[in-house]
């Protein structure tokens, strides 16, 4: 069973930095093809942020954080990072890793249909 655990949130003020990590585990015979991260702040709808397509390399990004933020995938290819910067009050949400299914798959940053999440982390911007 695909297993996805983030880690790295906390509290930053506002222009600092933080990097997300996602370790991916359980792959057996399938890989997933989008790797990437949405967030999610109370109240408010769930956000896709970035995606990873894991067989070329290309990245998308929401408009909200272009510029700012970077996703990248580890050579093992078991983990994603999103490294987080001049980051903004607005920015504040729960953070989840997500990972294709055999059934998902990718639309621009959006991880879309079957997909694996983790437990999420927190990420708290202060002005």
Do not use: H
């Amino acid at each position: 069973q695909v297993q996805l655990v983030e880690s790295g949130g906390g509290s930053v003020q506002a222009g600092g930095s933080l990097r997300l990590s996602c370790v991916a585990s359980g792959y057996t015979s399938y890989s997933s093809n989008c790797m990437g991260w949405f967030r999610q702040a109370p109240g408010k709808q769930r956000e896709g942020v970035a995606a990873f397509y894991t067989r070329d390399g290309r990245t998308y990004y929401a408009d909200s954080v272009k510029g700012r933020f970077t996703i990248s995938l580890s050579n093992a290819k078991n983990t994603v990072y999103l490294q987080m910067s001049s980051l903004r009050p607005e920015d504040t949400a729960m953070y989840y890793c997500a990972a294709t299914g055999p059934g998902g798959y990718c639309a621009g940053f959006e991880i879309l249909g079957e997909a694996y999440r983790g437990q999420g982390t927190q990420v708290t911007v202060s002005s």
